[in-house]
Every structure is written in structure tokens, then in C-alpha cells.
């Protein structure tokens, strides 16, 4: 049997999801600087059945928008797309609130990426785009680069619902090499 081509098929195999911690998942899906307490990082990771239909409601949402896709240069809006990139906030809660307690393991990842990874970019450039930065080129410029460094986290992080959904990864199926 020949495995398809996947970052860290290899780890799956030896290590298994279920068989991880908290923290190693992090690191093990590249999303380094994350900060998790002792306790809590050393928690195994046990996705069910109801954290797989979490992951893959969740994943479809950002590998369908700006989140993971490429904005690129001359096209799209800023404002637009920090909308979209808010709106994450929104479905998490949505996602959480249809599967309740019942998705634990999720609910520990989206969490994390919330707080962690999206919110410090939407509270900078929704203070910044209400003042009018945005208006402004070098501003413009500055949001793509950081819309950028956000985007190779939520390609990361949809890459680990992926697997925690048990599907193949199409984050990077349209994007250029």
C-alpha cells in the first residue's frame, strides 16, 4: 500500500494523533510562540468522532477564504478581507455552540488559534482600518505582509484539522509554487 504524499504522515504512523500532546501537536504542525500552560500543554490530544465534525466544518470555512488563499497584489480589499478573517471568530462560536461539550479536543485548538493567532491581527488592523490606515499605501502594504505571516499559520492549523477530520488537505491545492 502506497501512502499519499503528507507533511507528517510519517509521525501519524509512529505516534498516531491519539497517542500526542497537547503541545506536540503545536509543534509538530510548525504553529510555534504558541503560549499553553504546563498542565494544559501536557494534556493528551484524543479527538471523537464529534471533534472530526468540528475540524471539518471549521476547515472547510478557512480553506474557502482569505484565511488561507492568496490575496494577490493589486486585487482584493483589505477592508473585505479583515471582515472575512473576523468572521472566524463568529463561526468558531457557532461550531462550538452546534457541538457543545461533545467536541473537547477541538474546542482546545480553536481556542488557542483565536486568541493566539487571529485576534492580535484583528484587534491591530480593526483599530488601524477604523482610523483610516487603510487608506493609506504604506498601510495597505504593511496588511498584506501581516495578512501574509497570518495566513501560513491558518494553513498550518487548517492543514492540523485536516487530520484531525481524517481528509486530505487541500489547503495548497491552488496555490502557486
Given at each position: ?175 502557486e509554487e
Amino acid at each position: 500500500m502506497q501512502l499519499p504524499s503528507y507533511p507528517y504522515w510519517s509521525l501519524l504512523i509512529v505516534k498516531g494523533v491519539h497517542d500526542m500532546k497537547i503541545r506536540d501537536l503545536f509543534e509538530n504542525w510548525g504553529l510555534t510562540g504558541i503560549k499553553l500552560n504546563f498542565k494544559f500543554a501536557e494534556i493528551e490530544f484524543s479527538p471523537s468522532p464529534e471533534d472530526e465534525i468540528a475540524a471539518w466544518e471549521m476547515y472547510v470555512e478557512l480553506i474557502t477564504r482569505i484565511t488561507t488563499q492568496k490575496l494577490h497584489e493589486n486585487t482584493g480589499d483589505e477592508i473585505t478581507a479583515l471582515k472575512s478573517i473576523h468572521k472566524m471568530f463568529a463561526i468558531t462560536r457557532d461550531i462550538l455552540k452546534v457541538h457543545g461539550r461533545k467536541c473537547d479536543a477541538f474546542t482546545k485548538i480553536a481556542i488557542i488559534v483565536l486568541n493566539q493567532i487571529i485576534r492580535p491581527f484583528t484587534a491591530k488592523w480593526h483599530k488601524l482600518s477604523i482610523d483610516g490606515s487603510l487608506n493609506n499605501i504604506q498601510s495597505i502594504i504593511h496588511f498584506r505582509d501581516e495578512l501574509e505571516e497570518l495566513q501560513i499559520n491558518l494553513r498550518k492549523y487548517s492543514g492540523m484539522l485536516a487530520e484531525m477530520a481524517k481528509v486530505e488537505d487541500l489547503t495548497n491545492i491552488t496555490m502557486e509554487e
